[in-house]
């Protein structure tokens, strides 16, 4: 059985509703300053294009109405994956990527690229600067697919929500876009989520070991991604010999926030031209409402400066936020 989240554990005083807000929070990472019924709507909302968790936060109450709780919801969802975890590990295609897999030479090939983790993308010198982004798209999911000898593993499956929906005949939103969910599943399944990190690694540092970039603009390389400076053969030819249903190639610009070490990152349009959506980057939670209010060139409400604490409590900033 799935064991609970420790969202689950909630203060037996809290109202139900937001012990279910705390498995929300737990479940989707939307961003919460803190977890409140009675301000839930408006975080949601301000929230939301930065974070696309209006979707989210829909679906997980649609749960709520079908479940009646987080705590039968959380049961369900424990049942439905431990179907799933029998048919696949029974499956004879995953017996045998396990073994090949951790017989791969892949360990070496990582000690030898010359390719290495970084993170050098969130400086203040990189502020209005156009990015490309590649992104292993469903990880865990693709890792597999694409490396088991048929591609039946997942009963004909292409994605995380099809092999759901085979055993999920509630349609648990939760259960079917949640990436913690699984994230969980695929650690069960693979005793360890080592395996299927290793395997991202390796994807992603053989697109940057396969072409001859130049170090320097490689800003971000590990992981799940690679983000490079942007150019526009790179983009074209990172599009061209890429596949799509495996990667998902982005243009962004990073803007710095004021003076400030957070950032907002501006994903861009093919052209370059348009802002087609955005991300708060380097904002803790506790600051995120200031932030947002800062962006939008709108007032701070005492609402914006509350949160709660290491302690789990809540607090307020007495004084807004300086950004200059």
Not at 169 to 196: P, V
Not at 310 to 321: F, H, L, P, Q, T
Request: aromatic fraction near 12%; include cysteine; charge should be neutral.
């Amino acid at each position: 059985m799935l064991a609970p989240l420790d969202a689950q554990h909630a203060i037996m005083s809290l109202s139900k509703l937001d012990c279910d807000l705390r498995v929300y929070d737990d479940y989707f990472n939307p961003g919460l300053p803190l977890v409140d019924s009675a301000t839930i709507e408006y975080y949601i909302d301000a929230l939301n294009p930065y974070k696309g968790c209006r979707a989210s936060y829909e679906g997980f109450m649609k749960d709520m109405e079908t479940f009646g709780d987080s705590k039968r919801m959380i049961e369900y969802m424990g049942d439905i994956m431990n179907s799933m975890m029998m048919f696949l590990t029974n499956h004879p295609s995953m017996i045998k990527f396990k073994l090949d897999e951790f017989r791969s030479n892949r360990e070496r090939f990582l000690r030898t690229t010359p390719w290495k983790n970084k993170e050098k993308l969130y400086r203040p010198d990189n502020h209005f600067k156009q990015f490309i982004q590649v992104k292993l798209k469903e990880p865990y999911l693709n890792m597999i697919l694409n490396r088991c000898p048929t591609r039946s593993v997942f009963s004909g499956a292409q994605s995380w929500e099809e092999f759901v929906d085979i055993f999920d005949e509630k349609k648990c939103y939760t259960l079917r876009h949640s990436k913690q969910a699984q994230s969980i599943f695929f650690n069960l399944i693979l005793g360890t989520g080592a395996l299927t990190q290793l395997m991202s690694e390796q994807e992603i540092k053989q697109i940057a070991t396969e072409r001859k970039w130049n170090p320097d603009d490689v800003v971000i390389v590990g992981g799940d991604e690679v983000v490079v400076k942007y150019d526009f053969d790179v983009e074209k030819e990172l599009r061209n010999t890429l596949k799509a249903d495996l990667y998902d190639i982005k243009i962004f610009r990073l803007v710095r926030i004021g003076s400030s070490g957070m950032y907002v990152k501006e994903h861009l349009d093919v052209l370059c031209s348009k802002v087609v959506s955005k991300e708060l980057k380097c904002v803790p939670a506790k600051n995120i409402m200031e932030v947002i209010k800062f962006i939008e060139k709108r007032e701070v409400e005492p609402k914006d400066r509350r949160f709660r604490d290491d302690s789990g409590r809540i607090a307020v900033y007495e004084e807004n936020m300086k950004f200059e």
